[in-house]
Each structure stands twice: as C-alpha cells, then as structure tokens.
C-alpha cells in the first residue's frame, strides 16, 4: 500500500511539474499575458504542496528500519525520481524569474517575441490544478509582488533539497532502473491514479495548447 502512495503521489507531482513547463515556454512570447503569469503563480505552488507531501512520506518510509530489502530499494528509486523533478521544478522556477524580469507585463521594456506559439495555456494549468475552469484576479502587482515571492520560494525548494540530501543520502548511481531509457517515449500515457489526469496535451487539445519540451517522468 505504501509504494502505491509514494507512486501516485510522485506521479502527481511529475504532471505538475510538466505542466509548469509548458507554461514557462509561453514566457516572454506573443502568447505571454497576465492569466499565463497567474497560472505560472498557482501551478507552481500546487508542485511545492506535493514536493512537501512527497518529501515526508518517502522520508518517514526511508528512514523506517524494519522494511524489507527488497521495499527499501523501491523507495530508494522513487526518491531518486523525486529529487529529479524537484531538480527540474527549480530550473524551471529560475527561468521563469528571468523572463519575468525581462518582460514586465505592466510597463513593457521589449517586445514580446513572435516564438510561433499560439493559443491558451488555460487547458493545461486547469489540469495542473485539477479543476474544470481557472479562476483570476486582476493582480496589478503580478510583476512586482510575484516575482519577489517567486524569489523566495526559489530559496525555499533549494533549501529544502539541501535538507533533503542531509536527511536521506541515496546514491543515484547504485540505484537500478527498472526500465530500458527511453521506454516511456515507446509507450502511450495512460490515466493513472493520480487527481491531476493525465498530460497528453499536444495529442488531445492542440488548439489550445504550446509544443515544448515537458520534462514529465511517468513513475511505473
């Protein structure tokens, strides 16, 4: 029961943090506006409630002394892929304060950069939050307030991880895959147990979509 936990929670966290990346690719381009930044606000602080729900379960189980071998080499690979996409969720945070910084919304420095992307990112930060529409404020501080709470919990994940390496030390390299590389790019994504859904985005709604690079690591 407890493996299955770990890998519906960990699998929720890996579709947020895709989804915050499909986000972040709209920064700055003709597809930039406020609602992309509040949906960037609100995806990005759904991933750290799960890194935080992620982290206290795998390190309760980790550091819980009378599980099999066999169970604590499952847990070691699931920490692993946690502390990958919380490694990507902070690159991704990094990029996002950049680009915000360089294209303010309320008083524009540059023109924003005709990338080809066009449509909504609505569809994807609605599965991000699990809901069936996205709610906004008309924040006119989205370019000040944000980007220094933006900042801060960018100090937050990188002291978490730090934490985390303290607290629980797996080697990456002595943990074994249970797959070939790149098998999840020869399969189809299935819906899984997790409340967020499943992030086939470009093949169900193109329209309302952007392409770009996901980041997302399906946990089997």
């Given at each position: 029961m407890?493996?299955?936990?770990?890998?519906?929670?960990?699998?929720?966290?890996n579709?947020?943090?895709?989804c915050y990346?499909?986000?972040?690719i709209?920064?700055g381009?003709?597809?930039?506006?406020?609602n992309l930044?509040?949906e960037l606000?609100?995806?990005r602080?759904?991933?750290?409630?799960?890194a935080?729900?992620n982290?206290?379960?795998l390190?309760?189980?980790?550091?819980?002394?009378s599980?099999?071998?066999d169970?604590?080499a499952?847990?070691e690979?699931?920490?692993v892929?946690?502390?990958?996409?919380?490694?990507l969720?902070?690159?991704?945070m990094?990029r996002?304060?950049?680009i915000?910084?360089?294209?303010?919304?309320?008083v524009?420095?540059?023109?924003?950069?005709?990338?080809g992307?066009?449509?909504?990112?609505t569809?994807?930060?609605a599965?991000?939050?699990?809901v069936?529409?996205m709610?906004?404020?008309?924040?006119?501080?989205?370019?000040t307030?944000d980007?220094?709470?933006l900042?801060t919990e960018i100090a937050q994940?990188d002291q978490?991880?730090?934490?985390m390496?303290?607290?629980?030390?797996?080697?990456?390299?002595?943990?074994?895959?249970?797959q070939?590389?790149?098998a999840e790019?020869?399969?189809?994504?299935?819906?899984?147990?997790?409340?967020v859904?499943?992030?086939?985005?470009?093949e169900?709604e193109?329209?309302?979509?952007?392409?770009?690079?996901t980041g997302?690591m399906?946990v089997?």
């Amino acid at each position: 029961m407890g493996k299955d936990e770990c890998k519906t929670m960990l699998d929720a966290l890996n579709k947020v943090t895709a989804c915050y990346r499909h986000l972040v690719i709209a920064l700055g381009s003709t597809s930039d506006s406020q609602n992309l930044r509040e949906e960037l606000k609100k995806t990005r602080k759904k991933a750290q409630e799960l890194a935080v729900a992620n982290r206290t379960k795998l390190t309760t189980l980790l550091k819980d002394k009378s599980i099999s071998k066999d169970d604590r080499a499952e847990y070691e690979r699931l920490w692993v892929l946690f502390t990958s996409s919380m490694e990507l969720l902070e690159v991704d945070m990094k990029r996002s304060l950049e680009i915000g910084q360089d294209f303010p919304l309320k008083v524009p420095t540059r023109h924003l950069i005709q990338t080809g992307m066009t449509g909504s990112t609505t569809t994807v930060a609605a599965r991000a939050m699990s809901v069936q529409n996205m709610k906004y404020e008309a924040d006119a501080s989205i370019d000040t307030v944000d980007l220094k709470e933006l900042e801060t919990e960018i100090a937050q994940v990188d002291q978490m991880m730090e934490e985390m390496e303290m607290k629980v030390q797996v080697a990456p390299w002595a943990v074994e895959a249970k797959q070939e590389a790149g098998a999840e790019l020869k399969s189809t994504v299935s819906v899984g147990n997790s409340s967020v859904g499943v992030i086939s985005i470009c093949e169900e709604e193109p329209k309302e979509t952007v392409e770009g690079e996901t980041g997302l690591m399906k946990v089997q």
